[in-house]
């Protein structure tokens, strides 16, 4: 009786899982044969659908963004290392699982999957706004190892957004406030070279972020207490080099470059 039992049981089980198969396959082939969705929507459903980390990476535009502090990812054979990291059982599910309907086109931004909470693509996967559940949780980590480094009156409720070197060598690092109502939103904490990056800061400036554009891309602005303004643009116009706008108090402009690094590799060097 028990073998016959489990024989029954182990039918039961490849039964379901064939059907789940085909279930998923016949979703896929609903995305793949509709004329509507452009090829490159195709060719990322196939590829989770297939756990195929190579082809998937073949498919993203780089570098690939990740919330500071994690790393940007720099190419395809980072991206092929990195997959199973970033495109868990949930993202998986939401792709392969999607109907042609829940794919919408964005006019210039691309197409995008359910509320856009996901991916954007184009030519090219250019952005993953989704954070797997281990992405998550090394974010909370690799936060709370960058706050660890400052002063200790200058860590609670703040959320670390970049941190940059100047061609001058100084260093700067945007944080964000964690809680909503507080005031000031953002900061941001100015090292000049040759200042202790683990110490005091030669400036903390108060300030924003501001969307820009039909993206809604941030674009920081900080007032200083002599009136000057800081505006810091990620990209620049062609969109390679970031930098700050500084409009000093006597009208004047300057522009500083910038690059991003790791704050925690930046103060150990």
């Not at 073998?3 to 793949?32: P, V």
């Not at 980072?78 to 829940?102: A, C, F, K, N, Q």
């Not at 480094?149 to 690092?173: E, F, H, M, Q, Y």
Request: hydrophobic letters at 35%; proline letters at 6%.
């Amino acid at each position: 009786m028990q073998n016959i039992l489990s024989a029954i049981l182990l039918i039961s089980a490849c039964l379901l899982t064939g059907c789940s198969r085909q279930g998923s396959e016949r979703d896929i082939t609903a995305i793949e044969q509709n004329d509507s969705l452009p090829d490159i929507v195709k060719s990322v459903v196939r590829a989770v659908a297939e756990d195929d980390s190579t082809g998937f990476a073949s498919l993203v535009s780089y570098p690939l963004h990740r919330p500071y502090p994690l790393r940007d990812i720099s190419d395809a054979a980072e991206m092929s290392r990195y997959y199973h990291t970033l495109v868990d059982d949930s993202l998986r599910r939401v792709i392969t699982g999607s109907r042609p309907e829940e794919w919408s086109e964005y006019g210039w931004r691309g197409w995008s999957v359910d509320d856009g909470s996901y991916l954007w693509l184009d030519s090219l996967i250019y952005d993953i706004p989704y954070l797997s559940r281990r992405e998550t949780a090394e974010l909370a980590k690799a936060r709370a190892l960058d706050l660890e480094s400052l002063p200790a009156d200058l860590r609670a409720d703040w959320i670390p957004v970049a941190a940059l070197k100047a061609d001058n060598g100084t260093l700067l690092r945007i944080d964000s406030r964690q809680s909503a109502d507080a005031a000031p939103a953002m900061r941001l904490l100015v090292y000049n070279k040759g200042t202790d990056p683990r110490g005091k800061p030669s400036r903390i400036i108060p300030g924003s972020a501001e969307p820009d554009g039909s993206m809604g891309n941030p674009v920081y602005v900080f007032n200083d207490t002599d009136n000057s303004i800081w505006t810091y643009l990620p990209w620049s116009a062609d969109s390679t080099t970031p930098y700050f706008s500084v409009e000093n108090s006597d009208g004047s402009i300057s522009e500083l470059n910038v690059s991003p690094v790791n704050w925690i590799e930046a103060i150990q060097k």
